[in-house]
T-cell receptor
Framework: DGGITQSPKYLFRKEGQNVTLSCEQN?????MYWYRQDPGQGLRLIYY???????QKGDIAEGYSVSREKKESFPLTVTSAQKNPTAFYLC????????????FGPGTRLTVL | SQKIEQNSEALNIQEGKTATLTCNYT??????LQWYRQDPGRGPVFLLL?????KEKRKERLKVTFDTTLKQSLFHITASQPADSATYLCALDDQAGTALIFGKGTTLSVSS
């Protein structure tokens, strides 16, 4: 079954700690994305990657970091520099960045205690 | 910078009626527009894509229009059902064609 997975579904962390959110896809897609969604808000782009070993900042990249060492994996690290990290994080992938629909994972809800 | 607005945060209609959701944009001309459905606590699911040179696109009970003069897209669900209740997101390509810009969404509630 092809798809995109995120883990964990719920994540709690203490203030000041870094945390890494996992995103894996077996759709053979070149492009991958990370979004953040806050209550009543649309999706805001954190980072995207068009190809392995390359990624670009989105609108709200400050306090986040990513890597793209493998085509199928695009982990997101929420660092202690992110001032308000509590949110719903969504990973997505697509065949390319232009003109193709995006497939989303189930999301990770991060809560900072 | 590009701006995208979905006409209302919530829309309540009765089963069997047609739901019409609006997406307006300013400050640029997107090459295409997409609509997604999102259920609570889940990731969005792609529904339809319409290109700038297409006026209308249909898929089963769904219809999307794209008016580049008005800078507006309309999303219609005909013969609506309670199962259609969800948040619907409009998304446009950014000017570089590298990412999507999402609206805040309209939450549709269909009552039986």
């Amino acid at each position: 079954d092809g798809g995109i997975t995120q883990s964990p579904k719920y994540l709690f962390r203490k203030e000041g700690q870094n945390v890494t959110l996992s995103c894996e896809q077996n759709l053979n897609h070149d492009a991958m994305y990370w979004y953040r969604q806050d209550p009543g808000q649309g999706l805001r782009l954190i980072y995207y990657s068009q190809i392995v070993n390359d990624f670009q900042k989105g609108d709200i990249a400050e306090g986040y970091s990513v890597s793209r060492e493998k085509k199928e994996s695009f982990p997101l690290t929420v660092t202690s520099a992110q001032k308000n990290p509590t949110a719903f994080y969504l990973c997505a992938s697509s065949r390319a960045t232009e003109l193709y629909e995006q497939f989303f994972g189930p999301g990770t809800r991060l809560t900072v205690l | 910078s590009q701006k995208i607005e979905q006409n209302s945060e919530a829309l309540n209609i009765q089963e069997g009626k047609t739901a019409t959701l609006t997406c307006n944009y300013t400050n640029y001309s997107p090459a295409y527009l997409q609509w997604y459905r999102q259920d609570p606590g889940r990731g969005p699911v792609f529904l339809l894509l319409i290109r700038e040179n297409e006026k209308e696109k249909r898929k089963e009970r769904l219809k999307v229009t794209f008016d580049t003069t008005l800078k507006q897209s309309l999303f219609h669900i005909t013969a609506s059902q309670p199962a259609d209740s969800a948040t619907y997101l409009c998304a446009l390509d950014d000017q570089a064609g590298t990412a999507l810009i999402f609206g805040k969404g309209t939450t549709l509630s269909v009552s039986s």
